[in-house]
Protein backbone atom coordinates (compact mmCIF):
# COMPACT_ATOMS: atom_id res chain seq x y z
CA UNK A 1 0.00 0.00 0.00
CA UNK A 2 1.73 3.49 -1.14
CA UNK A 3 0.63 6.12 1.14
CA UNK A 4 1.33 9.95 0.39
CA UNK A 5 0.69 12.45 3.46
CA UNK A 6 1.17 16.40 2.84
CA UNK A 7 2.00 19.11 5.34
CA UNK A 8 2.82 22.59 5.49
CA UNK A 9 0.02 24.44 3.84
CA UNK A 10 -1.51 27.62 5.52
CA UNK A 11 -2.25 30.67 5.06
CA UNK A 12 0.67 33.75 4.03
CA UNK A 13 0.18 37.45 2.86
CA UNK A 14 1.46 37.84 -1.14
CA UNK A 15 5.35 37.96 -1.02
CA UNK A 16 5.32 34.92 1.65
CA UNK A 17 6.67 31.61 1.85
CA UNK A 18 5.74 28.47 2.57
CA UNK A 19 7.49 24.99 2.28
CA UNK A 20 5.48 21.79 1.39
CA UNK A 21 6.35 18.28 2.35
CA UNK A 22 5.32 15.06 0.87
CA UNK A 23 6.23 11.95 2.91
CA UNK A 24 5.45 8.47 0.95
CA UNK A 25 5.44 5.29 2.67
CA UNK A 26 4.84 1.69 1.08
CA UNK A 27 7.37 2.70 -1.85
CA UNK A 28 10.71 2.60 -2.28
CA UNK A 29 12.35 4.62 -5.15
CA UNK A 30 13.93 2.18 -7.33
CA UNK A 31 14.38 3.51 -10.91
CA UNK A 32 15.41 6.05 -12.49
CA UNK A 33 11.93 6.53 -13.82
CA UNK A 34 10.45 6.58 -10.76
CA UNK A 35 9.02 10.17 -10.28
CA UNK A 36 7.30 12.44 -7.53
CA UNK A 37 5.25 14.72 -7.95
CA UNK A 38 2.92 18.33 -6.49
CA UNK A 39 0.04 19.32 -8.58
CA UNK A 40 -2.87 22.08 -6.98
CA UNK A 41 -6.21 22.86 -8.12
CA UNK A 42 -8.32 25.88 -7.56
CA UNK A 43 -12.13 25.94 -7.10
CA UNK A 44 -13.36 26.33 -10.78
CA UNK A 45 -10.44 25.27 -12.26
CA UNK A 46 -8.47 22.64 -13.40
CA UNK A 47 -5.76 20.72 -12.04
CA UNK A 48 -2.33 22.10 -12.74
CA UNK A 49 0.89 19.93 -12.20
CA UNK A 50 3.50 22.11 -10.51
CA UNK A 51 6.52 20.47 -10.08
CA UNK A 52 8.13 17.07 -10.42
CA UNK A 53 11.31 15.67 -9.62
CA UNK A 54 12.52 12.09 -10.15
CA UNK A 55 14.51 10.81 -6.89
CA UNK A 56 16.34 8.82 -8.77
CA UNK A 57 18.56 10.97 -10.44
CA UNK A 58 17.18 14.19 -9.34
CA UNK A 59 15.26 15.56 -12.94
CA UNK A 60 13.54 18.38 -12.04
CA UNK A 61 10.17 19.90 -14.17
CA UNK A 62 8.38 22.88 -13.27
CA UNK A 63 5.26 24.67 -14.43
CA UNK A 64 6.28 27.80 -15.97
CA UNK A 65 3.63 30.02 -13.79
CA UNK A 66 6.13 28.86 -10.92
CA UNK A 67 9.55 28.53 -12.35
CA UNK A 68 11.83 30.85 -10.34
CA UNK A 69 10.02 31.05 -7.10
CA UNK A 70 9.35 27.29 -6.49
CA UNK A 71 11.62 24.61 -5.73
CA UNK A 72 11.37 20.92 -5.67
CA UNK A 73 13.72 19.09 -3.51
CA UNK A 74 14.09 15.69 -2.23
CA UNK A 75 15.08 13.36 1.00
CA UNK A 76 15.34 9.99 -0.27
CA UNK A 77 16.54 8.63 2.95
CA UNK A 78 12.85 9.68 4.18
CA UNK A 79 11.31 9.04 1.00
CA UNK A 80 9.98 12.74 1.27
CA UNK A 81 9.75 15.56 -1.82
CA UNK A 82 9.46 18.95 -0.44
CA UNK A 83 8.29 22.03 -2.30
CA UNK A 84 9.47 25.79 -1.35
CA UNK A 85 7.20 28.45 -2.61
CA UNK A 86 8.71 31.67 -2.54
CA UNK A 87 7.38 35.16 -3.31
CA UNK A 88 4.09 33.34 -3.18
CA UNK A 89 1.02 35.27 -4.77
CA UNK A 90 -2.99 35.21 -4.73
CA UNK A 91 -3.27 32.96 -7.35
CA UNK A 92 -1.05 30.19 -6.13
CA UNK A 93 -4.00 29.66 -3.74
CA UNK A 94 -4.88 26.19 -4.08
CA UNK A 95 -5.18 22.52 -2.79
CA UNK A 96 -2.00 21.19 -3.32
CA UNK A 97 -1.27 17.39 -3.51
CA UNK A 98 1.25 15.17 -3.84
CA UNK A 99 1.23 12.08 -6.33
CA UNK A 100 4.06 9.20 -7.48
CA UNK A 101 4.23 6.84 -9.74
CA UNK A 102 6.89 4.57 -11.05
CA UNK A 103 6.87 6.33 -14.30
CA UNK A 104 5.04 9.32 -15.84
CA UNK A 105 4.62 12.23 -17.29
CA UNK A 106 6.00 14.48 -15.14
CA UNK A 107 3.37 17.31 -14.91
CA UNK A 108 0.81 15.11 -15.85
CA UNK A 109 -1.58 14.04 -13.41
CA UNK A 110 -3.47 11.39 -15.71
CA UNK A 111 -0.24 9.90 -15.61
CA UNK A 112 0.47 9.26 -11.92
CA UNK A 113 -0.76 5.99 -10.06
CA UNK A 114 -0.51 7.33 -6.24
CA UNK A 115 -2.32 10.68 -4.73
CA UNK A 116 -2.20 12.58 -1.41
CA UNK A 117 -4.89 14.17 -0.12
CA UNK A 118 -3.88 17.62 -0.39
CA UNK A 119 -3.02 20.58 2.31
CA UNK A 120 -4.42 24.04 1.35
CA UNK A 121 -2.31 27.04 0.28
CA UNK A 122 -3.68 30.82 0.88
CA UNK A 123 -2.08 33.44 -0.34
CA UNK A 124 -3.89 36.83 0.46
CA UNK A 125 -2.88 39.85 -1.42
Known amino acids: QVQLVESGGGSVQAGGSLRLSCASS??????????MAWFRQAPGKEREGVAA????????YYADSVKGRFTISRDNTKNTVYLQMNNLKPEDTALYYC????????????????WGQGTQVTVSS
Open 26 to 35: GYTFSSRSDI
Open 53 to 60: LRPIGGNT
Open 99 to 114: AATRTARPLEGSTYNY
